[in-house]
């Protein structure tokens, strides 16, 4: 991950679209706003916690951490 970027990485969703995800993985705020998987209980996630770029990307767009990524899409 390069300086320039953001931790956590920003999502494309509307905030409406955050909020109703979180809700729906039982968080009464917005998982979006902190580096927490939406999945499970892993917090203060960290770039060097995923295996790579995509992983990354993926965690931007789900909030899911690598091992919940890993047995959703393997």
């Avoid at 998982?31 to 939406?38: L, P, S, T």
């Avoid at 917090?43 to 295996?51: E, G, I």
């Amino acid at each position: 991950m390069s300086e320039e970027q953001t931790w956590p990485p920003p999502s494309n969703k509307s905030e409406s679209m955050q909020r109703l995800t979180s809700f729906l993985f039982g968080h009464e705020d917005n998982v979006y706003e902190r580096a927490d998987c939406a999945t499970c209980d892993a917090t203060d996630l960290k770039p060097s916690d995923f295996t790579d770029a995509l992983s990354i990307r993926e965690f931007g767009i789900s909030r899911m951490c690598q091992k919940c990524q890993d047995e959703v899409f393997s």
